[in-house]
């Protein structure tokens, strides 16, 4: 199967009811633990790349292993996300290169740090969104800031400085016309989410809730959505690591966001802490070991079960077979003549 729009993707499952996790990848034996979780659970899925990664794998190794993966799992659809692009430039090279979808995340400046004005984030994303609508290709905005920092992309702080405001998000989502949006919901990047099990007080399900009311047929995507669950975080300290206590993402407030308007997942962290894990494990018990097999073939295992829980747990598993690709240029015609609209629909507060 060619790579499929994201677009299509997420209007799917709106139509069923469930979200899509989006996984991030740096080199073959992640695309591989995916594509592995995606067959055994029969799911579409979206693989995305951030920046870093892309630099990190020189992004036409990446993108060729995107490719392979398509070709030798016809049956499973898949989408090419480029995850926070910082500029136009950002993600027009991986339009280029032939991603399905690219996430232009005015909220920072293009330093990837400064949070934007609100003006600055409409216009870069709006430009954006008519290069890449053109193409056929999806876009991801995103209105609020997250907290944290990953691959050197992030405003840094706590998930609650810049809380999306549902009016802003209206606003933003009619004057840009983006496919998906990310919301700041008290979210942020990497292991060290929450200090103690998230309550509403710092998890902001209630905001959520308020924009999808406001906006009931955008698909939001929810950011920085690993649950950092302990039994992983054991692992890697058991054999040497050195994890601070931390919390997560409970996998109950992403299903509670499921049925609320989220359509994509973020999870990054979780694959991390699995395959240090596995790794250590390997390296711990049997230092003569030094084939990379030895510990890669682990570390991929343990990526592969965690997706694959993941894809139960967001409801996605049991649908990849649900219909057939829309191909790009065909979608390209549904963005220009209307069908495909980008006009969301606002109900009345
Ligand atoms: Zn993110």
């Not at 677009?7 to 996984?23: I, M, N, T």
């Not at 993402?249 to 979780?270: F, M, S, W, Y």
């Not at 991929?300 to 649900?322: I, L, P, S, T």
Request: one cysteine or more; proline letters at 4%.
């Amino acid at each position: 199967m060619p790579l499929v729009s994201m677009r299509q993707l997420l209007d799917e499952a709106a139509k069923g009811g469930y979200g899509v996790g989006a996984f991030n990848v740096n080199d073959m034996e992640q695309i591989q633990a995916i594509m592995m979780a995606a067959k055994e659970t029969k799911s579409p899925v979206i693989v995305q790349a951030s920046r870093g990664a892309r630099q990190f794998a020189e992004d036409l190794y990446l993108f060729r292993l995107i490719q392979a993966a398509a070709e030798l799992n016809p049956e499973i659809p898949i989408a090419m996300h480029q995850d926070h692009g910082n500029s136009f430039e950002t993600c027009k090279s991986a339009i280029e290169l032939g991603y399905t979808s690219v996430m232009m995340d005015g909220s920072l400046q293009a330093d990837g740090k400064t949070p934007s004005s609100f003006e600055e984030n409409v216009e870069v994303t709006r430009k954006v969104v008519d290069y890449a609508h053109e193409r056929g290709v999806t876009v991801e905005g995103e209105i609020g800031v997250l907290g944290g920092v990953e691959d050197g992309h992030g405003a840094g702080g706590s998930g609650l400085d810049h809380i999306t405001d549902p009016d802003q998000a209206v606003e933003f989502a009619e004057r840009t016309g983006v496919d998906a949006l990310a919301i700041a919901i008290g979210t942020s990047h990497g292991a060290y989410k929450f200090t103690k099990k998230p309550d509403g007080s710092v998890l902001k399900m209630d905001v959520l809730i308020a924009i999808h009311k406001r906006l009931p047929n955008t698909h939001l995507v929810m950011h920085g959505s690993s649950s950092v669950p302990k039994d992983l975080q054991d692992i890697v300290n058991k054999y040497g690591g050195n994890l601070k206590e931390t919390w997560g993402v409970p996998v109950e407030e992403i299903q509670l966001g499921i049925r609320n308007g989220v359509r994509k997942v973020n999870v990054d962290t979780d694959n991390r802490l699995a395959i240090t894990g596995a790794i250590r494990k390997v390296l711990w018990e049997t230092p003569e070991k030094f084939d990379p097999r030895d510990y890669m073939k682990p570390a991929r295992e343990a990526m592969k079960k965690v997706v694959a829980q993941r894809m139960v747990e967001f409801g996605q598993a049991g649908h990849g077979g649900d219909y057939a690709p829309i191909d790009i240029k065909e979608i390209a015609k549904g963005y220009a003549n209307g069908t495909l609209t980008t006009q969301p629909l606002v109900a009345a507060k």
